[in-house]
Structure formats: structure tokens, C-alpha cells
């Protein structure tokens, strides 16, 4: 089963970098790694998605090492209506292929 | 596309009673998953289908849950008898391939949040 951990939760202020880093220590060798975003009373919503090295879109920036069993989130400059959970997910678990849900890491930016 | 589509969006039901969600994926994807979330245990995979055939449903917690998808643009989460203990917010997302392929996201409707009494 690829489990992933993150923290429990963090604060940040508005206008800072936000780092959310995610250990998947046996993530397999086909397995991409995928971060959703869940507002209160809403659905989780797709962020970003890598394979390795740096990836980069809109919203965030995804960095994994060369050995994979980690990885980071980042979020530039984060606003008050980034507050939520972010969710790195495992995908694989023995025979078939599923979205796996942590605990997320709940993101609290204050003013 | 409107994305995906669970109604209700909330009910409210006796303990004893039968409750039916409701699920329209987008069109054109082959992949539909039921989640459950409550603040004990987050998000849950209950089921998953590809192509309208169930693949893993593992997750379903006990024989009061089934799925069905009778067709490629609907699928229904039935639990009978309802419990309190099932209380919580059920999620319905689907894809348009396999989860953990590239460029591959899952799409979440806005949730039923169930209440059993």
C-alpha cells in the first residue's frame, strides 16, 4: 500500500512561500505523485502532479527527488483563500489502482 | 460539462431507512469512485467502477452499502438499513483514466452530507 505522510497542520501568513512536504517511502516505481486541495464543503481538487524532478504550473510547484520517497509542495505567495487541506496521495495499492487520501495537511493563512 | 453531479445535496433520514445517492459523472470518463468523509477517519474509498463494472469495493464498509452503475451516466450509493454511525459526507469523482497515470486528475462533485437521526 503506498501510505504517505504529512503533517497534521500549519500556519502561514499572507504573502509568504508555503512548503508541504509529503513521505511516501514506498512509493512504486510507476507511481506518479498527486496533490489535491479540499475547501470546507467541498470537493477535493486537483493541484499538481510529477513524476520527478520539478514541476511547475499556475498554482504550485511540485519538487521530488531523485529517490522519490518524498516530495514537496510549494505555494508562492499564498493569499487568505488558500486556506484548506492538501492532500498528497498514493495511488497503488496490490492489484489495482486507487486515489488514496491521507490525513492531509491543514493550511491556515492569517492575515 | 457541468462536472460531476451528486444529489441530493443533503439528507437528513431516520435511523432504519433506506437512502439513495445519486452520481452523474462527466461524459465521457470510464472511471467513478464513491468517497466517505467524516473528521475520524477523512477520506475514504468506498468503490470504484470503470467502464460501469465494479472493480474494487473493498471499502464498502458492510452489507447495508451497494453500488450500482447501471449506465456510463449515472451511478447510485444505496445504504439500507441506515445507521447514525453513517452519517458523514459522501463524495462521488470520476476520471477519464486510471488513477496514478499521467495527466490524469480525479473530478469531485459538491458532496452529499447524510444525517442519520
Known amino acids: 500500500l503506498a501510505k504517505t505522510t504529512q503533517p497534521i497542520s500549519m500556519d502561514s501568513y499572507e504573502g509568504q512561500e508555503v512548503n508541504i512536504t509529503c513521505s511516501h517511502n514506498?512509493?512504486?516505481?510507476?507511481?506518479?505523485i498527486t496533490w489535491y486541495q479540499q475547501f470546507p464543503s467541498q470537493g477535493p481538487r486537483f493541484i499538481i502532479q510529477g513524476y520527478k524532478t520539478k514541476v511547475t504550473n499556475e498554482v504550485a510547484s511540485l519538487f521530488i527527488p531523485a529517490d522519490r520517497k518524498s516530495s514537496t509542495l510549494s505555494l508562492p505567495r499564498v493569499s487568505l483563500s488558500d486556506t484548506a487541506v492538501y492532500y498528497c496521495?498514493?495511488?497503488?495499492?496490490?492489484?489495482?489502482?486507487?486515489?488514496?487520501f491521507g490525513t492531509g495537511t491543514r493550511l491556515k493563512v492569517l492575515a | 460539462d457541468a462536472g460531476v453531479i451528486q444529489s441530493p445535496r443533503h439528507e437528513v433520514t431516520e435511523m432504519g431507512q433506506e437512502v439513495t445517492l445519486r452520481c452523474k459523472p462527466i461524459s465521457g470518463h470510464d472511471y467513478l469512485f464513491w468517497y466517505r468523509q467524516t473528521m475520524m477517519r477523512g477520506l475514504e474509498l468506498l468503490i470504484y467502477?470503470?467502464?460501469?463494472?465494479?472493480?474494487?469495493d473493498s471499502g464498502m464498509p458492510e452489507d447495508r452499502f451497494s453500488a450500482k452503475m447501471p449506465n456510463a451516466s449515472f451511478s447510485t450509493l444505496k445504504i439500507q438499513p441506515s445507521e447514525p454511525r453513517d452519517s458523514a459526507v459522501y463524495f462521488c469523482?470520476?476520471?477519464?483514466?486510471?488513477?496514478?497515470?499521467?495527466?490524469?486528475?480525479?473530478?469531485f462533485g459538491q458532496g452529499t452530507r447524510l444525517t442519520v437521526v
Open positions: 496521495l498514493g495511488t497503488r495499492t496490490s492489484g489495482t489502482y486507487k486515489y488514496i
Open positions: 467502477f470503470n467502464n460501469n463494472v465494479p472493480i474494487d
Open positions: 469523482a470520476s476520471s477519464l483514466s486510471p488513477p496514478g497515470t499521467p495527466n490524469t486528475e480525479a473530478f
Open positions: 514506498n512509493i512504486a516505481t510507476n507511481d506518479y
